[in-house]
């Protein structure tokens, strides 16, 4: 008689599992704290800030915890949250709350990654994932590489982060270049939120248009270096 197969549950499944809890959980707070005050305040965007706490330290705090799990989970969109940042905090402090969430978040997937090796990459990486990626492979062009993907939007950045512990590069240009190389990818979301807080959709449209078109550049980009590395 044939075996039969236990099932199992695989340290990929369980970090979906977990990514899909944290975003329900992040959107079930949202929904029930910050939802009746953007009702409230949607027409009077210095009221929503201040009600949000936007000029208090401890919503800093908050938020960047939020970024933190933003990009630990890598599969959270992390473009609702740069909106946001820049609705509440505008523009400048927004993108600076952001950056002071992935960089934490960052050190600790890329650390995390360099110890354990490949087992830790297949939580968020199957066989099929890890080849895809099998081109950041290339020592000579690999921080060029991870220039160009983390400097364009559009490119799975935070995916990224999890196989770049197992390549050759160092945690120093690696931490330089996946922070602030995020800088106009995020600036563009803020921007955006900001000039939504100001009620300027026109503006916000056109940012949105132009981030939309580099998006897909970013994509297209990403897209044709994997593909002729492979």
Request: a positive charge; glycine letters at 10%; one cysteine or more.
């Amino acid at each position: 008689m044939e075996k039969k197969k236990k099932f199992r549950i695989s340290g990929r499944d369980w970090y979906l599992i977990i990514s899909l809890v944290v975003l329900i959980t992040l959107l079930l707070v949202g929904t029930f704290t910050i939802g009746p005050k953007l009702v409230d305040a949607a027409r009077d965007p210095e009221k929503l800030r201040a009600e949000l706490g936007g000029n208090n330290p401890k919503s800093w705090l908050i938020f960047i915890g939020i970024q933190f799990l933003q990009v630990l989970f890598a599969f959270i969109p992390g473009e609702f949250i740069e909106i946001a940042a820049g609705y509440i905090y505008g523009p400048f402090l927004g993108t600076v709350l952001c950056l002071l969430g992935v960089l934490p978040a960052t050190c600790l997937i890329f650390g995390l990654t360099k110890l354990l090796g490949r087992k830790f990459t297949k939580i968020t990486l199957d066989e099929k994932d890890l080849k895809k990626f099998g081109f950041l492979n290339d020592e000579k062009k690999l921080t060029t590489t991870l220039f160009l993907l983390y400097f364009f939007p559009g490119t799975p950045k935070d995916v990224i982060t999890y196989f770049a512990g197992i390549t050759k590069i160092k945690f120093l240009p690696f931490l330089l270049i996946s922070v602030f190389c995020r800088i106009p990818s995020i600036l563009t979301s803020t921007l955006a939120g900001g000039a939504l807080g100001e009620n300027k959709f026109l503006l916000t449209l056109v940012i949105f248009g132009v981030t939309g078109i580099a998006v897909f550049f970013g994509w297209l980009m990403f897209k044709k270096i994997s593909m002729k590395k492979n």
